[in-house]
């Protein structure tokens, strides 16, 4: 397991978040089997960044995990609850 919190402290857009750029790289070269998150809404700061990880996820069947399930979101109903979540 590995724990990235190289973005703790940064809110906003527009900031710099190299925490979450290395999380979407090792999505998407396939080393990721699950995110798992505290909550789900807070890996993302925007909607964009948001689907993107999705998408990600979704494309190469990373799972997301938060306190209230495991989501799939290569599974309509579960990307449907994933997409409502980041609100």
Known sequence: ???IDDDLGRSGGGTARP?????????WEGRV???V???????ARNGRD???????CGLVGTLIVDED??????????RLLLGMKAR
């Open 69 to 78: 399930g495991v989501y799939d979101p290569r599974q309509p109903n579960d």
């Open 37 to 43: 998150s505290i909550e789900a809404s807070r890996l």
């Open 19 to 27: 925490g979450f750029e290395k999380l979407l790289a090792a999505i």
């Open 1 to 3: 397991m590995v724990v």
């Open 50 to 56: 948001w689907h993107t990880l999705l998408e990600f």
């Open 33 to 35: 089997g699950a995110v």
